[in-house]
């Protein structure tokens, strides 16, 4: 028991550091966003602050919690693409959609969706092409489908599966959903895309 107590307390801190290296991430991109809309004088600034507020009452709110309804992490990434759509060309469109049944009440531990969708805009939008991008989320039957897929730029061919934030989020996987899920990350042709099925029964 006192073994099982023991690797118990350490899977609890190695998650805490991992969800602890998310924050401040998108805190600061977040940031970056409203900062530049500011020196722009962008009549839109006042709707980004609202929407940002809400992602931060979002993550003051959850962000102890052990798991909450997958409607929940939805609607939070909804409005982090609504929030990131401020900031990038007009020509690049972002292509979200949510399709669900009954079992979208389930429980999914928190932010652990939120670093795919970040990669979207962090590597598969460039100021100077036109282009667009994918998120799709599904809940089947107590299943989970998430997928992206974006353009798959230069500076992304070389490394395109292991960054600290994609390695970050298979460990936090591994931890909490241990023989459960699949994940998928490459390139598919020009595009970069995820595909991440979990069993949330």
């Known amino acids: ?3 099982q107590a023991v690797e118990f307390e350490r899977k609890k801190a190695e998650l805490a550091l991992y969800k602890a290296q ?10 970056n966003t409203l900062y530049a809309m500011v020196l722009t004088g962008s009549a ?3 709707d980004a602050f609202t929407q940002f507020i809400g992602l931060m009452k979002y993550m003051y709110a959850n962000n102890t919690k052990d798991k909450i309804p997958v409607c929940t992490e939805v609607d939070y990434i909804r409005q982090y693409i ?5 900031r990038i060309p007009r020509d690049f469109q972002i292509h ?3 399709h669900h049944d009954e079992t979208d009440q389930m429980g999914i531990v928190p932010m652990i969706l939120i670093t795919f969708v970040e990669n979207v805009f962090k590597h598969g939008v460039s ?3 036109a282009g667009e991008a994918f998120v799709d989320i599904r809940m089947e039957k107590g299943e989970l489908l998430f997928s992206t897929r974006n353009p798959l730029l230069n500076h992304h061919r070389s490394n395109s599966s292991k960054g600290i934030g994609i390695e970050n989020c298979r460990k936090r996987l591994d931890l909490l959903y241990p023989g459960r899920y699949t994940l998928m990350i490459g390139a598919e042709g020009e595009e970069y895309v995820v595909t991440l099925s979990l069993d949330l029964k």
């Open 1 to 3: 028991m006192e073994r």
């Open 22 to 31: 998310i924050n401040p991430h998108f805190l600061f991109n977040s940031l």
């Open 44 to 46: 839109q600034v006042e």
């Open 82 to 86: 609504g929030l990131q759509k401020y």
């Open 96 to 98: 979200f959609s949510y």
């Open 127 to 129: 100021s100077q092409h």
